[in-house]
């Protein structure tokens, strides 16, 4: 059974304060120990459409957090309409009556309780404005969240807008939560804290992303703005500076992925942000950097696409880009992280191996990680370890070949301005020196030596970039990658308490795969199943051409994240298929 | 009087009728420019008596992107920073349609910068029009090329330091032949500065200053949309004939509009078309929709050129 939860949505007209709501509520509930894991839509546009925050609170960490609720808390008609079918029986539906009139569509055993957010902000308030204080008043009261806790954060965000704003917003927040007094009665949830404030923080994919890069010694950041990666740069922009570090807003992705090959060159750990249709221009430099043999890390928050798409939409569709995205043969490791925690380690060490590698590394977060909260174990940097880049011993100063062919296909580089040697960093194909060479037997040669650094990798993959739950006697094995991650756990442990053992193989570095790990994961099973959030099956195709089987593809493109029911409904099926219900009566016989 | 032969009653809104009515309500935030821009632009429309199956806009991505979306015409909802680009390949292809890009400063000065001086540069006939919000609006409110030194903005939290384009200058010096620059406040001006360009061969740019209240003006606090009119009204100075170098912007600074370049320069497909005439004689034979910008028609020479040639006629 799932650990105690209380699962809130909150819909409303995108610029409404729906977002601020949820977060300051999610925020409060984490300072009085509670865990949090929030989820956000929002819609392309900068005013207008439908946005819905959901968060969900419970005592124990959360792997996942689905996209059903029990209280849905409807700013206007489109909300409720919208999100009504999304409701957990015997859920509770607040609604603002002045913007809800129609509550015919709700059907089922739904309690519907009218908040007047408009009146009482109006009346208590004296601006409308405050709506989504008295729905944040109302909420804390619901959740068991206390009150002064939730005014010690609403001050903190007005306080720069003067005694009269913080007032009225306060006075509507009160006014919630007094509402919340008189009508909540035993729908009340209670939750007990676990963990102790100061062990844990709430922060997002994207701000654990460049707090990772801080931690790895980034020193140079080059992006350009795109949804859902922006808050990277965003981020960067006021806190690389603090650490020596140098950020610059570039005029497009291919300058900013070009000055970062250039910082690189120069010995700076690099880095640059971007989102699909940023990452396909960075293409041809992405190949200039795996030729040159330069350490640069990408960041790709993945969103919806083709093309513009689906630009504010969860989907894993870049995998093949990254692994395969270029003209002419250029070998780069891709990571995905499968939380906010891995989005921290994980960009730590996409640093490591670049610097180890000599190569361009591919961080494939997403939207969803990108723009989620989440309670995580404050992060430990003395876990993160930063690699440096190879350098030459004395003895191969003496005739230095910037690209010399190692055993592990690693040579030692230079940075420029190193008396006795020059660091030659060519486009085209080249020897050993750095020099033009455009043999056959040469480019042969140098493709080898390019390559072998993945194989002298993949070996070490296995060591450490996958998460596998084998479980004993299991028929089936689940495979998934990136912000699968939680709703796969989830949907494995309910399968369990029906009797059903699934293994789950989810690695951390899907380019190079950590073959020998999942060789073995593949050979203790009857069926795989492999789940991802895309429309072609993009990692299933990979597995498949490499391991050579026939694993039972579950895809979605929904824009949203899928969810432990989901995949928990594809488990049962395929578990049907091998173990089908006993032929039943005669009928069956003569059929 | 029976009902069916009662007139409909005329539109409400002058721009209804170039609107593209299910798709409103738009996106744009309340006080946001970009709407005036557009009335002005349909009005302009409206005056010109274009026949509008010819008229053909194109836009990147961004707030001002959008406007494509909303009109009545044929649109082309293209690529970040690359309207241009497409808009060039689309006129050359067929240079009977009328082609007006409308996109926001950091599409068409940052991503797309190069394309806007190429085109200007070999005068491709058509209308530039720039909504210069000085940000990027759809992101969320980051610095752009054109974001004033001191400004703050998210990728700029301590204030901007770099120095902004001054897109007339840019224009000018690239080749543009026609170069205007208006507030939103100037709905006047600005409607007969678009009809002016459109109604002008080769490359024509319109710059629009225009207010997002939503992400510039509240981070720098500079009010709402009617404050930003009210600063346009007070602090923009009407200098028509300004000479470029002159009319950079700076934050919060005087805005100083007008119609500053006005010249006339063969177009790109004008100038094609006469050169490789010239040389190729009647062997050039024009793309389709060419034909008028060639005097003779060569397309009957050629042919009999043709089998003259391979039937080695020598007699
Ligand atoms: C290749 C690529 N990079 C980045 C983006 C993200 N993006 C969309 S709109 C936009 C900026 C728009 O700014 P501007 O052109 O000034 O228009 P405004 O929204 O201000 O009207 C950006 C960076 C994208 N869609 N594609
Ligand atoms: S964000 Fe700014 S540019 Fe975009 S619609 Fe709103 S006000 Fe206009
Ligand atoms: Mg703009």
């Known amino acids: ?591 | 009087m029976s009902a069916d032969v009662i007139a409909p009653p005329p539109p409400e809104n002058p721009t209804e009728d170039w609107l593209r009515e299910e798709r409103i309500p738009h996106i744009w935030c309340p006080g946001c420019g970009i709407g005036t821009s557009v009335n002005c632009f349909t009005q302009a429309l409206e005056e010109s008596k274009l026949d509008r199956d010819n008229v053909v806009i194109v836009s990147g991505i961004g707030c001002t992107g959008r406007v494509a979306g909303y009109l009545k015409l044929d649109s082309f909802h293209t690529t970040h920073g690359r309207p241009i680009p497409f808009a060039t390949g689309l006129k050359l292809a067929n240079p009977k349609l009328k082609v007006i890009v409308y996109s926001g400063d950091g599409d068409l000065f940052a991503i797309g910068g190069n394309h806007f001086f190429h085109a200007a540069r070999r005068n491709v006939d058509m209308t530039v029009i720039c909504v210069n919000n000085m940000t990027y609006g759809m992101t969320g409110g980051q610095v752009t090329p054109t974001t004033p030194i001191g400004a703050k903005a998210t990728t700029s939290p301590f204030g901007n330091i770099e120095e902004p384009f001054n897109l007339p200058f840019i224009a000018h010096s690239c080749g543009a032949v026609y170069v205007a620059r208006w507030t939103s406040f100037h709905v006047r001006q600005l409607t007969k500065a678009i009809r002016d360009a459109i109604a002008k061969p080769g490359f024509t740019f319109v710059e629009v200053i225009s207010p997002c209240p939503t992400l510039f003006s509240r981070r720098n606090r500079l009010g709402d949309g009617l404050d930003a009119m009210k600063f346009y009204k007070a602090h923009s100075e009407i200098r028509n004939g300004a000479d470029t170098r002159e009319v950079a912007i700076s934050h919060q600074s005087k805005i100083i509009c007008g119609k500053f370049v006005d010249i006339t320069r063969t177009t790109w497909h004008d100038a094609q078309a006469a050169h490789l005439h010239r040389v190729m004689g009647n062997r050039f034979v024009p793309p389709r929709n060419w034909e008028h910008l060639i005097k003779s028609d060569p397309m009957e020479d050629l042919v009999a050129e043709t089998i003259r040639d391979s039937s080695g006629d020598g007699s």
């Open chain 1, 1 to 591: 059974m799932s650990a105690p939860h209380v699962l809130i949505r909150i819909g409303g007209e995108g610029g409404e304060g729906i977002i601020s709501t949820g977060d300051l509520l999610s925020r409060a509930a984490s300072r009085q120990g509670l865990c949090i894991m929030t989820y956000r839509t929002y819609p392309a546009e900068i005013k207008g459409g439908l946005a819905q925050f959901q968060m969900k609170l419970a005592s124990d960490p959360i792997r996942s957090i689905g996209l059903r609720f029990q209280h849905l808390m409807a700013f206007n008609q489109e909300a409720l309409d919208a999100f009504h079918d999304g409701m957990l029986k015997g859920g509770t539906i607040y609604y603002d009556p002045a913007e809800c009139p129609d509550l015919s569509k709700v059907s089922g055993e739904i309690e519907r309780v009218p908040i007047p957010l408009t009146d009482l902000a109006k009346e208590k308030g004296g601006s409308i404005r405050g709506k989504n204080m008295v729905a944040l008043g109302f909420l804390s009261r619901l959740a068991s969240v206390d009150l002064e806790t939730v005014a010690g954060l609403v001050r903190e965000k007005f306080k720069r807008k003067g005694e009269k704003v913080l007032d009225s917003n306060l006075a509507s927040l009160n006014a919630g939560y007094d509402l919340g007094d008189q009508t909540i009665d035993g729908r009340g949830v209670k939750l007990t804290p676990k963990s102790q404030r100061g062990q844990s923080i709430v922060i997002s994919g994207n701000e654990a992303t460049m707090l990772g890069a801080l931690a790895a010694g980034c020193k140079y950041m080059a992006g350009y703005p795109i949804t859902p990666a922006s808050s990277i740069l965003e981020f960067a922009t006021r806190h690389l500076p603090r650490f020596g570090g140098t950020v610059v807003q570039a005029e497009d992705e291919i300058s900013a992925m070009a000055s970062c090959i250039g910082a690189s060159f120069v010995g700076k750990k690099a880095m640059t942000a971007t989102s699909g249709p940023g990452l396909m221009l960075k293409g041809e430099l992405i190949t200039l950097a795996s030729t040159q043999e330069l350490p640069v890390v990408i960041i790709d928050v993945q969103r919806g696409g083709p093309s513009t798409g689906l630009p504010t939409k969860q989907e894993q569709s870049d995998l093949k880009f990254a692994i395969y995205g270029t003209a002419g043969e250029a070998p780069k490791i891709v990571v995905a992280p499968a939380t906010v925690e891995d989005c921290f380690y994980l960009t730590a060490k996409a640093f490591s191996l670049a610097e180890e590698y000599q190569m361009p590394v591919i961080v494939l977060s997403d939207t969803n990680l990108a723009v989620r909260t989440e309670t995580v174990p404050e992060f430990d940097v003395s876990r993160v370890d930063v690699a440096e880049r190879l350098r030459p011993t004395p003895e191969q100063m003496k005739d230095y070949k910037r690209y010399e062919d190692t055993p592990t296909g690693v040579s030692p580089i230079i940075d420029p301005g190193t008396p006795g040697g020059l660091h030659i960093a060519p486009g085209l194909e080249h020897d050993e020196y750095g020099t033009p060479c455009y043999t056959g037997v040469n480019h042969t040669k140098m493709n080898a030596k390019r390559f072998r650094k993945l194989e002298t990798l993949s070996k070490r993959a296995e060591e450490w970039m996958a998460d596998w739950a084998p479980v004993e006697g299991a028929e089936l094995c689940i495979i998934g990658w990136g912000s699968t991650k939680g709703a796969i756990q989830e949907a494995c442990q309910m399968a369990a308490e029906r009797g059903i053992r699934v293994s789950h193989f989810h690695p951390r570095i899907v380019a190079p795969l950590p073959e020998a790990q999942i060789r073995e994961a593949l050979s203790k099973v009857k069926k795989v199943i492999v789940v991802e959030e895309n429309f072609t099956g993009q990692f299933s195709h990979f597995l498949k051409a490499k391991f050579k089987f026939d694993p039972v593809e579950v895809l979605r493109s929904m824009g949203v994240p899928i969810t432990p029911d989901e995949v928990l409904e594809e488990i049962v099926k395929v578990h049907e298929t091998l173990h089908p219900a006993k032929p039943q009566g005669a009928s069956y016989a003569h059929r």
